[in-house]
């Protein structure tokens, strides 16, 4: 796989996971009417149109940890925690916090 097609695969696979995570955001607001959930859902639909302008620095950081078996899983933590463990609409802290959880140990290691 070239690494410019690594690269766009990656952007996806990020739009879909924060796309998916948005999307429960918004069942949970209609279940539980907690308000959280609907700004969680405009910053994670912010955040998922923000990275197709995936920049050399943040790709550089993220290319290690994608297509891990680790991956997937790190895209829905650090979505799940938009809004809640954190307040930032911003897809460079969005990268920062994916590499974070990417980065913890796992209990398999």
């Known amino acids: 796989m070239t690494l410019e097609i690594e690269r766009d695969d990656c952007v996806q696979s990020i739009i879909i996971g924060v796309t998916r995570t948005a999307n429960w955001r918004d069942k949970m607001l209609e279940k539980?009417?907690?308000q959280r959930?609907?700004?969680a859902s405009k910053a994670l639909r912010k955040i998922a149109g923000d990275?197709?302008?995936l920049d050399d620095e943040a790709w550089s950081r993220?290319?290690?940890y994608f297509d891990s078996d680790e991956w997937r899983e790190g895209v829905s933590e650090a979505a799940r925690q938009v809004g809640f463990a954190h307040r930032s609409k911003s897809f460079p802290f969005f990268v920062?916090?994916?590499v974070a959880v990417l980065s913890k140990?796992?209990?398999a290691t």
């Open 105 to 107: 140990p796992t209990a």
């Open 37 to 39: 959930n609907g700004w």
């Open 96 to 98: 920062k916090n994916l």
């Open 51 to 53: 990275a197709e302008n």
């Open 62 to 64: 993220l290319q290690p």
């Open 32 to 34: 539980y009417g907690d």
